[in-house]
């Protein structure tokens, strides 16, 4: 089914929610933001577990908003899982499907299915407290999707459990779900979670959607600085002057440490903000390791951390050495061969393809507002 | 691991088992005194003239079991267990809708509804009785509502002095304790299990019955357990109201000594009384065990939500229904220590006059009386205290050892003494132990010995809620196993220790039992001034101390409040 979440608005105190998305058919959208964005609390919302300011949530043509969390027919995997401890795993699994009196026989059949499909089945008579973490997030899963919801809500599931597990549960939730065909939102601030899972990302920030689309759309060209930098897009440096170039489409920005980038003025999507809320940003794919035959600008920066195996393999840890703490990793394949021969503490100067550099806004709601 | 550390790990200083062994033979020394002066009545009771050696020791034993009137035992023990399962279920009823407003909702109140549960510390049996008659009395405030709304007077019977009657006082009593405790429980428990309930099809109840009951039951079941025992070991209460509706085994006791002198009986009593209390106290440790290892794992304290519409409502109703019949009888008492009684032709009037006459009257009892109270009870309550922090300290100290648990779990035991022996049995007992029967040194060490091992849970509670690693670290910087103690965790839980110490004030100087069953009269505490102006008729005096009294249980009482909150 599809989603329509239209202009909702929720109060919590100081805190303002604004929220505008859609969500195909069978389609997996993922929100991704920093702790305290609002993405739990829209989650929350579109389940009926937050009293609404405004708005509509709209699941496949019929409105939802005014229902109780019971009467929306949504599944919700929560982050601490919320298993009833003192239920076995069967009950568990079977708990919505006894609520809607689905007769006991029709009941079992389908909690074995799941139990199968979830790999589960030897586990049924236990109870959560004698589960793994892996096993725990496949019960609480099975139990979600066991009523046949119409949308299901995962809201950071995979927070509680270690690296390795989480990259093999999202994997199993990603095959899961699309098997299922089931639309679905999942929460998380971890960029390369979201990556993995989504058919479409929706980046919040301060209780503000700021960015929709997949990964490439986001590289090709970031609404703002900050998103740029909270999805690790490439470099952002502050501009410290602007002129255009006599008589050209060019525009000449000024980083604040005084290197100059030649940007076409069809990359200048930061035209309405003001000289400090405008960013040069450069993807790392128009960063390479300065060779001398090479012209434009460069950057100098510190090898801080060399965790390349081989040239296409792992990544380089940088600090720009004009700009105070500003880290950034860059995929060993951009840097090349040159990777392996470099310590940490070397400096190395980055060149930059200004046809790639874009000046962007810092913050891309402050921009909105002041239109 | 340092040379110290694994040293300390095998063995324990050997003071630390000189003065656990010591705080065990304390708390037990008054018990086996009353119990060897008792065999020795029974021993010598049935003597007959003649009979000497075992078999006769053996035969006057058999003849004091058999003078024990079975049916009395039994009867006395059905009205202790019902009086005790009516009252437990009452409080409950009454305080479970409070743990669960207190629990999820902000509210005006919530904190004096809270605040509540110092009721049954600072205010002594003898001020709420008082306090019940002159409100649901055939003369009291409630009858003189009754008039205002239209009705009779005179049809107003009344019920205090009845089975119910006595429910009603310890629900009044003890509901508090359900509010705090369950609410305490419920404010950690995460919503998510009931929201995925909802979000699994589940109405509201059938959500709150999956999601929350499930976890809330060890802490309802534990408020349960203590509520149970405080009125199965109830005396003041029932010995008032009790009369022909029946008596409990506690105030058999206390016929049984004071009256007849029979301190066999006494104990066969105490022993039937201790057998239950034990089965209660395995419930409540059990639950509470439980219950703390939920906690563990809940983390923060749940969002509360500002009460509207529906709830707003329910925090209301159940605002006025606990003002009307539980804050009016304690209103009662302030209202009747400023009301000046009618003398020769005058009228009723408001003012100090009862509060003069107690300060500057005929041997002007209050002052002296509030310097005994501020005297002995704060020596109980520095004993009880440097015992408390003893006791938990070295519990504490034998279980990081690993040494010596057996010996801890004796001393954990010991701490529910006060809870499974009679206090009668107790307070006799440290007359008998105290030189030439002083009856203030037996009054300081029983109320000491009351209110020790509260002080010593408290702290054992807050020593182990300490994070392990702070102690650690401490030990890494170089500190010896001691120092660590004195100078971190000693440190941390400096404002528990004075929380402790002002609760156990509270105990003692709101207890009259203790001065009652001593049969006091060098010293006259505030306590037992108030039962005098009682026993005298002199109500409107008796409550005006009775709040003098209140006042200064209840100011230390919300002092220790804040010094928890502050900390």
């Not at chain 2, 119990?35 to 009771?45: E, F, G, P, S």
Request: proline share 5%; aromatic share 10%.
């Amino acid at each position: 089914m599809s989603l329509d979440v239209k202009n909702l608005v929720v109060k919590r105190g100081d805190f303002q929610l604004s929220a505008d998305f859609s969500l195909k058919r069978g389609k997996i959208g993922v929100l991704l933001g920093p702790s305290g964005c609002g993405k739990t609390t829209l989650l929350r919302s579109i389940a009926g577990l937050e009293p609404i300011e405004t708005g509509n949530i709209i699941l496949d043509g019929a409105r939802i908003e005014n229902l109780p969390p019971e009467k929306r027919g949504l599944g919700f995997v929560f982050q601490d899982l919320a298993l009833f401890e003192r239920m076995s795993v069967r009950k568990n699994i079977g708990y919505g499907l006894a609520i809607g009196r689905v007769p006991k026989s029709a009941r079992d059949e389908k909690i074995k299915a799941l139990a199968r499909r979830f790999q589960i089945e030897h586990l049924l008579d236990r109870f959560p407290a004698e589960l793994s973490g892996g096993e725990r997030q496949r019960v609480a899963l099975a139990r979600a999707l066991a009523p046949d919801p119409a949308l299901m809500l995962l809201d950071e599931p995979l927070s509680a459990l270690d690296a390795p597990l989480r990259r093999e549960m999202r994997r199993f939730m990603r095959v899961s779900l699309t098997e299922s065909k089931l639309t679905t939102i999942h929460v998380t601030h971890d960029v390369e979670e979201a990556v993995d899972l989504a058919d479409e990302i929706v980046v919040m920030n301060r209780g503000k959607i700021v960015g929709k689309g997949t990964m490439s759309v986001f590289a090709a060209r970031p609404d703002s600085g900050w998103l740029a930098r909270f999805m690790n897009l490439g470099l952002v440096l502050p501009v410290r002057d602007i002129r255009v170039l006599g008589g050209s489409r060019t525009i000449e920005a000024s980083s604040s440490s005084g290197e100059k980038f030649a940007i076409n003025d069809a990359n200048d999507h930061s035209a309405h903000a003001a000289i400090d809320a405008r960013r040069i940003y450069i993807p790392f794919s128009a960063l390479s390791v300065s060779d001398a035959a090479r012209h434009g600008p460069t950057l100098t920066a510190r090898v801080v951390r060399n965790l390349a195996i081989s040239p296409t393999q792992g990544k380089v840890v940088f600090e720009l050495v004009d700009m105070e703490q500003y880290f950034f990793e860059m995929p060993a394949e951009n840097v090349g061969a040159w990777v392996l021969a470099h310590a940490e503490g070397d400096l190395i100067e980055l060149a930059v393809d200004e046809r790639y550099c874009q000046l962007i806004p810092e913050d891309a709601q402050e921009l909105r507002g002041r239109e | 691991m340092s040379a110290n550390l694994a040293k300390w790990r095998r063995t324990p200083p050997l003071i630390l088992y000189v003065g656990l062994i010591a705080i065990l033979v304390l708390s037990l020394a008054p018990l086996i005194a009353f119990v060897r002066v008792a065999a020795a009545h029974a021993l010598d009771a049935g003597a007959v003239a003649g009979e000497q050696g075992f078999n006769a020791a053996f035969a006057n034993l058999m003849r004091f079991f058999a003078s024990i009137p079975g049916s009395v035992v039994l009867k006395s023990l059905r009205f202790t267990i019902l009086q005790s399962a009516a009252s437990t279920a009452l409080a409950l009823a009454i305080g479970l809708p409070g743990a669960w407003l207190a629990a999820r909702f902000d509210f005006r109140g919530r904190r004096i509804l809270l605040a509540l549960a110092a009721i049954p510390f600072c205010f002594p049996p003898i001020l709420v009785i008082l306090a019940f008659i002159l409100y649901y009395g055939k003369e009291g405030m409630l009858s003189q509502l009754y008039a205002l709304v239209g009705g009779r007077p005179h049809e107003y019977q009344g019920m205090l002095y009845s089975f119910w009657g006595i429910v009603l006082v310890h629900a009044f009593y003890n509901f508090p304790i359900a509010v705090h405790q369950v609410s305490a429980h419920w404010m950690r428990i995460p919503s998510s299990q009931a929201e995925a309930a909802r979000t699994l099809g589940a109405g509201r109840f059938r959500a709150f019955l999956a999601g929350v009951l499930p976890q809330l039951l060890p802490s309802v079941a534990q408020a349960a357990g203590l509520i149970f025992l405080y009125c199965f070991f109830s005396f003041t209460t029932v010995l008032v109201f009790g009369g022909r509706a029946g008596t409990t085994l506690e105030v058999q006791i206390y016929q049984a000594l004071r009256y007849q002198s029979n301190l066999p009986l006494s104990t066969v009593y105490s022993a039937i009384e201790t057998l239950f209390a034990f089965a209660g106290i395995y419930v409540i440790t059990r639950k509470s065990d439980a219950r703390k290892s939920q906690m563990a794992d809940y983390g923060r304290i749940q969002r509360r939500a500002r009460a509207a519409g529906a709830e707003k409502l329910a925090v209301l109703a159940y605002e006025i229904f606990i003002a009307i019949f539980f804050l009016g009888p304690l209103a009662a008492i302030v209202v009747e220590a400023f009301r000046v009684p009618a003398s020769f032709g005058g009228a009723t009037k408001f003012g100090l006059g009862n509060f003069s006459r107690l300060l500057g009257g005929f041997q002007a009892p209050l002052i002296p009386a509030l310097i005994s109270t501020l005297k002995l009870s704060g020596l109980a309550a520095l004993l009880a205290t440097f015992f408390g922090v003893a006791a938990s300290a070295s519990i504490y100290s034998l279980e990081k050892s690993g040494r010596g648990v057996a010996l801890a779990r004796a001393i954990e035991t010991s701490q529910w003494l006060p809870l499974a022996v009679s206090p009668a049995i107790m307070a006799y007992g440290w007359l008998f132990l105290s030189s030439n029967h002083t009856t203030s040194y037996a009054l300081v060490a029983a109320q000491a010995a009351i209110a020790w091992p509260f002080v010593s849970r408290s702290l054992h509670a807050a020593l182990r809620a300490l994070n392990p690693k702070v102690r650690e670290a401490a030990r890494t910087l170089g500190a010896t196993p001691l120092k660590s103690f004195v100078s971190v965790e000693l440190r941390m839980i400096g404002p528990s220790i004075a929380a402790s110490a002002a609760f156990a004030f509270s105990i003692t100087a709101g207890d009259a039992n203790v001065p009652l069953m001593l049969g006091m009269n060098e010293h006259e505490t505030l306590p037992l001034l108030l039962y005098r102006l009682t026993s005298a008729y002199r109500f409107n005096e008796a409550c005006a101390a009775g709040l003098v009294l209140g006042l200064m249980t209840g100011i230390v009482f919300l002092l220790k409040e804040k010094v928890i909150d502050v900390a």
